[in-house]
């Protein structure tokens, strides 16, 4: 592996991945394979982060995540998938990036304020203002050029890069500053137009089988302004034409959006149009998916064996920075 062709990425385990994980994410990481070096894990720690109180949950849904990857199209032949808490060097580098973290970087931080006022959850914690830091750690251990994330994570990577501003500036040039990269697919909203999360209840999910996803379909929010099928609708108002601008071939969307506009094409049309390229697109990824359902050792053994090569990289890591610190004893 060449670092210099090297990208890491990571996610909670916190449920299963729906569209809006997959054209936000996956399906950058699962293209980004053909000309990488890809480094892929399951954020296990960091669940902890938020829901601590549920510790021993999170171990079913480790599988469960590298399942919703595999389904997508990654490849353990081409990528390698581990697990952060069976690298525990990502513990020792931790330690000591918090060392050199002011605190100011750390409660200045957008998505901390956000997400400690807005939970349920007692967030007043360590462990939860340092989120950030633990995920400088699992980024810089392997010297990535680029890190392929969501619009979401942005104010993370620009922490995770001060961060190694300030460890290159005590200790000596070290770590490479990583780039985020977007996808270019546009965003895609929940059924109800909010941003597609769990919490609203208004996703469809890979795993999803098409009984449940149609009734779905059929209940999405079109153009709210358009009552009645002699109404003209508007595309760019409708919350399922992006939808199909992702599903749909591109050549048949002008003659939808003219239909739309011009009242002779009604919204259940496009409900139906979609339900069938979602059957389409979800077909080939819950074939996948079945496939590792009834091999659960080998999903335990690509986790194990992809765990494996991240430890020997990260023990390179960090025996050349113990030296750089004068800490190899
Ligand atoms: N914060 C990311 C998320 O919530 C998960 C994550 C943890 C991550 N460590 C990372 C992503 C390192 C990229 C790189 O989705």
Known sequence: ?????????????????????????????????????CLYFVADWHALTTNYAEARDVKAFVPELVADWLAAGLSPERCVLFQQSQVKEHAELHLLLSMITPNGWLERNPTYKEVREESSKDLSTYGFLGYPVLMCTDIIMYKPKLVPVGQDQLPHLELTREIVRRFNYLYGDFFPEPEARLTTSPKLPGLDGRKMS????????????????????????????????????????????PYLELLAPTGILPEIEEGCRAATRGCGDCKKLLAEKMADFLEPIQARRKEYETRPDTLKDIINEGSAKARALAEETMADLRRLMNFDF
């Open 1 to 37: 592996m060449q670092p210099n062709n090297r990208i890491v990425s990571g996610m909670r385990p916190t449920g299963p991945l729906h569209l809006g994980h997959y054209f936000g994410v996956l399906l950058n990481w699962v293209q980004m394979q053909e000309e990488f070096d």
């Open 198 to 241: 769990k919490s609203y209840g208004n996703s469809i999910y890979l795993k999803d089988p098409m009984s449940e996803v149609r009734p779905k379909i059929m209940s999405m929010l079109t153009d709210t302004k358009r009552m009645r099928l002699k109404d003209p609708g508007e595309p760019k108002d409708c919350n399922l034409f």
